[in-house]
T-cell receptor, first 115, second 116 residues
C-alpha cells in the first residue's frame, strides 16, 4: 500500500496570508490526525478527523481549522498566518478499528515558512 | 494531564554497540498504549515499536526492544547492534483517549548519533 502523502512538501508564505495543506491517508484508513512540530514546542496535536467529523482538537487558536472528505482525505487551513506558525505539519492516518490503540502512520510532512 | 519525559536530549553510540533511550510518562489510565517513533534527517516519522500496557511482555522488533515497567511508568528503548542508519531523533509517545478519539502525546525527543 502507498503510504500517507502530504502536499505540498514545502511552502513559503507571508504574514497575514492563509494556507491550505492536504493529506491523503493510507488506503482504507479512516482516521486522520494533524500535528505541528516546532523546535520550541516539539510535537503538538492539532486535530483528528473521522468520517468527515472533527472528533478532537488541540489547544490551538481558531485560525487553525480542518476538514475531511468522504474519501478520508483531509485538509488543514491556517488563516492570518503569523511568524510563529512556521513549522513542520505532520499528518497521520490509522484504520480506526475496534479496540483502540492503533498505530498512527505519518506522512513526510509539509514544511511551512512564514516570512 | 498525561506527560511524557525523555531525559536525554542527545546520545551517541559506536556502530555495533547497544544503546538505551529513556522515557517516563505520567497517566492515571490503567489501559493505554506506548510508542517509539524515529525521525531521521528526512523528517519522516517512522514507527519503531508499539507496546500495549496490559501486556506484561516487552515488545520487540528485530534489533529494537523495550523495557516496559508499568509500576514505575517507564518505557525505555534498547537498540542492539547499532547501525549508521539508526541516526535519528527518537520520540516516545503516549496514546491518550479523549471522548472517543485518540491522540499521541510526545516527549521532546532524544537525538541519537551512531558513530562509525
Amino acid at each position: 500500500k502507498a503510504g500517507v502523502t502530504q502536499t505540498p512538501r514545502y511552502l513559503i508564505k507571508t504574514r497575514g496570508q492563509q494556507v491550505t495543506l492536504s493529506c491523503s491517508p493510507i488506503s482504507g484508513h479512516r482516521s486522520v490526525s494533524w500535528y505541528q512540530q516546532t523546535p520550541g514546542q516539539g510535537l503538538q496535536f492539532l486535530f483528528e478527523y473521522f468520517s468527515e467529523t472533527q472528533r478532537n482538537k488541540g489547544n490551538f487558536p481558531g485560525r487553525f481549522s480542518g476538514r475531511q472528505f468522504s474519501n478520508s482525505r483531509s485538509e488543514m487551513n491556517v488563516s492570518t498566518l503569523e511568524l510563529g506558525d512556521s513549522a513542520l505539519y505532520l499528518c497521520a492516518s490509522s484504520p480506526h478499528l475496534a479496540g483502540g490503540g492503533e498505530t498512527q502512520y505519518f506522512g513526510p510532512g509539509t514544511r511551512l515558512l512564514v516570512l | 494531564a498525561q506527560t511524557v519525559t525523555q531525559s536525554q536530549p542527545e546520545m551517541s553510540v559506536q556502530e555495533a554497540e547497544t544503546v538505551t533511550l529513556s522515557c517516563t510518562y505520567d497517566t492515571s489510565e490503567s489501559n493505554y498504549y506506548l510508542f517509539w517513533y524515529k525521525q531521521p534527517p528526512s523528517r519522516q516519522m517512522i514507527l519503531v515499536i508499539r507496546q500495549e500496557a496490559y501486556k506484561q511482555q516487552n515488545a520487540t522488533e528485530n534489533r529494537f526492544s523495550v523495557n516496559f515497567q508499568k509500576a514505575a511508568k517507564s518505557f525505555s528503548l534498547k537498540i542492539s547492534d547499532s547501525q549508521l542508519g539508526d541516526t535519528a531523533m527518537y520520540f516516545c509517545a503516549f496514546m491518550k483517549h479523549e471522548g472517543g478519539s485518540e491522540k499521541l502525546v510526545f516527549g521532546k525527543g532524544t537525538k541519537l548519533t551512531v558513530n562509525p
